[in-house]
């Protein structure tokens, strides 16, 4: 007698694995149980990639203004922050600098006209710059929303053939009812495993994204008045 308990335990354990369970499913509930899975997957490399991103770029960002602010000339600022790895507000600093040069060369210079140049060239690379960072984000979102619906729409199916091979075998026991809601309820905790984390990183990643945003700006603040002192200083 125990060892036909033990038996029927480990069959019963055996049949409530996540691949039986997956295997044993509709093949409705398979696609939506595969559709889940990746989307999973593809969230999760969009999170590690902006992690690694925002580290990087937080680091970068204050290397780059610790030598902005070191006192030197906008040329020699230029000069050693050369080697420096590509950041949004370096790419802003340099895209400025690159329209100094080319109102440089001109004959005819208006002080006023150059300023409004410089300041519609950064604003134009800190949108370019919050574009780059939010790459993806959208994808985030439609993960996050969609999922746990797609996981429901699963279950939904998959209950639906439970109640239908009870109506076939005509035996509501729990040995018949229980894989099938097992196989459903597993669509909708794949649907909430995918969702939950892309919602939580969409709105951590926003927030960084911001923070980003407004330092530019504040730098662009900077450098207008830098750069306007240094107009006036001629």
């Known amino acids: 007698m125990e ?4 038996i029927s335990t480990s069959q019963i354990n055996d049949e409530f694995t996540l691949m039986s369970l997956f295997f044993r499913a509709d093949l409705v509930v398979k696609l939506v149980i595969l559709i889940l899975f990746a989307a999973s997957i593809f969230s999760w490399t969009i999170i590690i990639h902006k992690i690694r991103l925002f ?17 030197r ?8 922050t050369h080697h420096l790895s590509e950041s949004p507000i370096k790419y802003v600093f340099l895209e400025a600098v690159d329209e ?12 006023d006209s150059i300023t409004d140049r410089i300041n519609r ?4 690379a800190i949108d370019y710059q919050n574009e780059k960072l939010s790459l993806y984000f959208s994808y985030l979102a ?11 729409f699963g279950t939904v199916w998959g209950i639906m053939n439970s109640f239908q091979s009870i109506a076939i075998s005509r035996n509501t026991s729990l040995a018949v009812v229980a894989p099938g809601i097992a196989e459903a309820l597993f669509a909708t905790a794949l649907g909430l495993l995918a969702a939950i984390p892309a919602v939580i990183a969409y709105n951590i990643f926003t927030s960084q994204v911001n923070d980003e945003n407004a330092r530019m700006y504040r730098f662009k603040e900077h450098f207008n008045v830098i750069f306007s002192r240094g107009l006036n200083a001629k």
């Open 3 to 6: 060892n036909e308990a033990l």
């Open 55 to 71: 580290r990087s770029l937080k680091k970068i960002s204050k290397q780059f203004e610790e030598e902005f602010w070191s006192g």
């Open 73 to 80: 000339s906008i040329k020699e600022i230029a000069s050693t």
């Open 100 to 111: 100094i040069e080319k109102s440089n060369k001109d004959t005819k210079k208006n002080i």
């Open 121 to 124: 060239i950064m604003e134009a």
């Open 142 to 152: 439609t993960i996050g929303a969609t999922t746990p619906f797609i996981g429901l």
